[in-house]
């Protein structure tokens, strides 16, 4: 076969490997297939170009530019997969692993995208919580706010997830606005280099938004300012040593890492032999143990069941790895394909070796197993290994040793306190898992656990049918966890966009905070509007602008009658003598919702025009009583505006009730959709 020359993309342009590149071997059959590295990248031009290209470019984009971009990548990639499978089999990889690095990977780029319209706004600054008001008179406020950091984000990404490691990364620093450069692990940087390779011929991202290192980062690091943020995958030894660098450390440069993970999943004490729990868990336990041949950051290392149910939980894991058929991953029948090389299969074996001086091995013979359609001494091949561990309080390898393959330690414990301790001396992990039908298992657990770990996912008969797995980190949610699994929180929705930027807090006046944040602050000027801002569609409309309606008499005949009409007759609107007994009312008074009803009627235009939708309210305050004779006006003024596609746009009016005295009496925001 021809052998694969991988390339760096530096400043615009792809590097060839040189005589300093390394030889990349098949997990299949150990042959050399490919060759990477170059010692002629210029680092410091790398860096200057996503700086003063990338950075500039991307940041004028608002957020929902770059969460279109990100759209039209991900669907980019969808069409063109099939090239990344066929790859991939060179790392081990079967076709069901194929389709959790792949297509979990464009997935997630698909979620950041949907995030970033739906969570962001159509501006250039992100806020944090809502304005605070810093002086008695309102002229002096304060708000949080988010901008892009402006530097580069150098991903160093692990041999096990080529595709998904480096898109969950990318997606929230592209939309965030912070340029990229990528350092695949050598071991599967074909198809890291290849994946590039599509996103780059898209045409999609601007110039400087995504560079390419195949190979060594060189001296990388120690070219990185204040500005730029370093996101690591890998092992704990080579995290400590990256973050422990000199530069980094005097710098104060942003390190993010998710590292070595003793996750644990727990067998509640009711998931007795015979229940839908038991039969989940000893499912859930054997497909993490084989998924990626257990190269997986989630997989289950240590088993925790009841003592009464170890042997149970040992002789049906067992009957059901006797069915995992080892062998070439491009055979349809083979369940569990090769490590990624070699070199990784003598470090599990090395690694199991430790757990075995504490645990006897009770299923899988790395000197002894069948292999399909592949020669076992040619390639990195070892079997499903499963130990027992009858003495966990004293073990240490147990607890503090990561075989990164299919190895897996099963123990017992006597109590949920017990349990809780076994989970916890992992040292913190990425996820612990739970099966459990019993809700006050799963608190007493949580309470004790969830300190010590990133994410606990619970499972029973209930949720099994639709639950996606103790494995599967979801963009939705964090992905990282404490201690020894690095400290970093990788995806959680916009929680990971957040990582690339830097909160700022803001002081000013509301028209100061108005022109920076793009949305209009209480106290700021208003755009009295010309005609009825309904009149208007949503390119005309002006952030601040306001209309002022007439006021409305409240009557005691306008209570009664919303009471009878609606069936509320909840006693503050109708008994006079219970209502002047309540602290909050001075006698009856009008009902919220009808001051809100008759709020609409004084500012709503009623003809056809562009608002084409009401679709809702947030954050609706009562802030004074309303007694029969009274009287009240609105204040209606754009806050924000949102785009949302090519025909119509989120306007979101800020709304404000006043009597005749000009206090507020209500204060809600309003959402309508209207034609661009």
């Not at 369940?335 to 090389?341: D, F, K, P, T, W």
Request: hydrophobic letters at 45%.
């Amino acid at each position: 076969m021809t052998l694969l020359q991988i390339s760096s993309f530096a400043c615009g342009e792809w590097v060839a490997p040189d005589a300093n590149a390394r030889p990349i071997e098949s997990a299949i059959t150990g042959e050399v297939i490919a060759r990477a590295g170059t010692a002629s990248l210029d680092t410091a031009a790398m860096l200057a170009h996503a700086r003063k290209i990338g950075g500039p470019a991307l940041r004028k984009l608002t957020f929902h530019d770059r969460a279109r971009m990100l759209k039209a990548l991900a669907t980019f990639l969808n069409a063109q997969k099939q090239a990344l499978y066929d790859l991939s089999f060179n790392t081990g990889a079967t076709q069901a692993d194929n389709a959790i690095d792949i297509d979990g990977g464009i997935g997630t780029m698909f979620v950041f995208a949907a995030k970033g319209r739906r969570e962001m706004p159509d501006v250039h600054v992100y806020l944090d919580g809502a304005p605070e008001q810093l002086s008695r008179g309102g002229s002096f406020v304060g708000q949080h706010i988010y901008t892009p950091l402006l530097g580069v984000a150098v991903h160093i990404n692990a041999f096990n997830f080529p595709v998904w490691g480096m898109l969950e990364k990318l997606a929230p620093a592209l939309l965030a606005g912070v340029p990229c450069i990528v350092k695949p692990a050598t071991a599967s940087c074909y198809v890291a280099e290849a994946c590039v390779r599509l996103m780059l011929e898209s045409g999609i991202l601007p110039p400087g938004a995504l560079q390419l290192v195949s190979g060594g980062l060189g001296d990388m690091l120690d070219r990185l300012e204040a500005q730029d943020i370093v996101a690591f995958t890998g092992s704990a030894q080579t995290a400590l040593s990256l973050r422990s660098n000199p530069h980094i450390l005097r710098n104060s440069i942003r390190f993010t890492a998710e590292q070595d993970s003793l996750n644990a999943s727990i067998l509640g004490p009711d998931a007795t032999p015979g229940t839908p729990e038991f039969d989940l868990f000893v499912k859930e336990v054997q497909r993490e143990m084989t998924a990626k041949a257990g190269q997986k950051c989630t997989a289950i290392r240590r088993i925790i069941a009841p003592e009464a149910q170890v042997h149970a939980v040992i002789e049906a894991l067992c009957a059901r790895l006797r069915k995992v058929q080892i062998g070439d991953p491009r055979l349809e029948t083979t369940r569990m394909g090769a490590l990624i090389s070699a070199a990784q299969r003598r470090d599990v074996l090395a690694k199991a070796a430790l757990i075995g001086s504490e645990a006897e091995r009770v299923f899988g013979n790395p000197d002894a197993f069948e292999v399909q359609g592949a020669d076992a001494a040619k390639g990195a091949f070892v079997p499903p290994m499963l130990f027992h561990c009858a003495n966990p309080d004293s073990a240490i390898h147990v607890h503090g040793t990561e075989a990164f393959g299919p190895v897996s330690t099963i123990m017992g414990y006597s109590d949920l306190d017990h349990a809780i301790t076994l989970a916890n001396k992992g040292g913190g992990s990425l996820v612990a898992s739970v099966i459990t039908n019993d809700p006050a298992t799963a608190r007493h657990l949580a309470l004790g656990a969830a300190a010590w770990h990133g994410r606990l996912y619970f499972n029973n008969r209930t949720s099994m049918a639709e639950s996606t797995g103790h494995g599967a980190p979801l963009p939705h949610m964090v992905h990282g966890g404490p201690g020894r699994a690095g400290g970093g929180e990788e995806l959680g929705g916009i929680r990971g966009v957040l990582h690339y930027m830097q909160r700022t807090a803001i002081q000013g006046s509301p028209d100061i905070l108005t022109a920076i944040m793009g949305q209009w602050v209480p106290g700021a000027a208003e755009i009295l509007a010309p005609a009825h801002p309904f009149t208007k569609p949503f390119g005309a409309l002006h952030i601040g602008e306001t209309l002022h309606t007439a006021p409305r008499t409240v009557t005691l005949e306008d209570i009664e009658h919303f009471a009878a009409f609606t069936g509320d007759t909840f006693y503050a609107h109708m008994n006079e003598e219970a209502a002047a007994a309540n602290p909050f009312f001075p006698g009856r008074v009008a009902h919220g919702y009808l001051l809100l009803s008759f709020a609409a009627g004084l500012f709503v235009e009623p003809n056809i025009g562009p608002v084409l939708a009401n679709t809702g309210l947030d954050a609706l305050r009562f802030l004074k009583p309303v007694q029969p004779g009274d009287s009240i006006k609105v204040r209606l003024t754009v806050k924000a505006k949102t785009r949302r596609n090519d025909d119509y746009g989120e306007v979101r009016w800020h709304v404000t009730l006043t009597n005749q005295s000009g206090e507020a009496v209500a204060e809600y925001e309003l959402l309508t959709m209207n034609s661009l």
